[in-house]
């Protein structure tokens, strides 16, 4: 698997995002290339069920897949689509996960989901609303 990711000054400043740092993340060839990033505790969802993010598209309609494990058992886990609705300007997205279990502790995006073309892409303030 081919993924490059790297905090960046923000390139792409303006809009929705101002933040001085981004995450960038280049997927290769494969369609399922994506990042995660463990947290220290388990996501509750009994008051939030949303995951929310910014991120700045080279393509629109391009899909994002939103994937959250438990780290110790990663066959446990809960998948969500959401499509990016612009292109080369900051959108944010959000993910209802309602009803999923408070056993997760990784989130996962796979931004290009199923695009087998090489992309760069930008995310920013991933957060639980």
């Known amino acids: ?10 390139s792409k400043s303006g809009g929705i995002n101002t933040s001085n740092r981004i995450l960038e993340t280049t997927h290769g060839n494969e369609t399922w290339a994506g990042l995660y990033v463990t947290l220290n505790d ?3 969802f009994s008051q939030k069920t ?8 080279p393509n629109a309609n391009d899909t ?29 997205l959000q993910v209802d996960f309602a009803g999923a279990a408070t056993v997760f502790d990784r989130v ?3 931004p290009g989901w199923g695009t087998a073309k090489p992309e760069t892409y930008f995310i ?3 957060s639980q609303k």
């Open 1 to 10: 698997m081919e993924v490059h990711m790297r905090l960046s000054d923000n």
């Open 42 to 44: 388990k996501i509750d």
């Open 50 to 57: 949303m995951i929310s993010f910014k991120i700045w598209s």
């Open 64 to 92: 994002v897949r939103v994937k959250l494990e438990n780290s110790a058992k990663t066959s446990e886990f809960a998948e969500r689509d959401v499509i990016i609705t612009k292109a080369n300007e900051w959108v944010e």
């Open 108 to 110: 996962v995006l796979f």
């Open 124 to 126: 920013d303030d991933i």
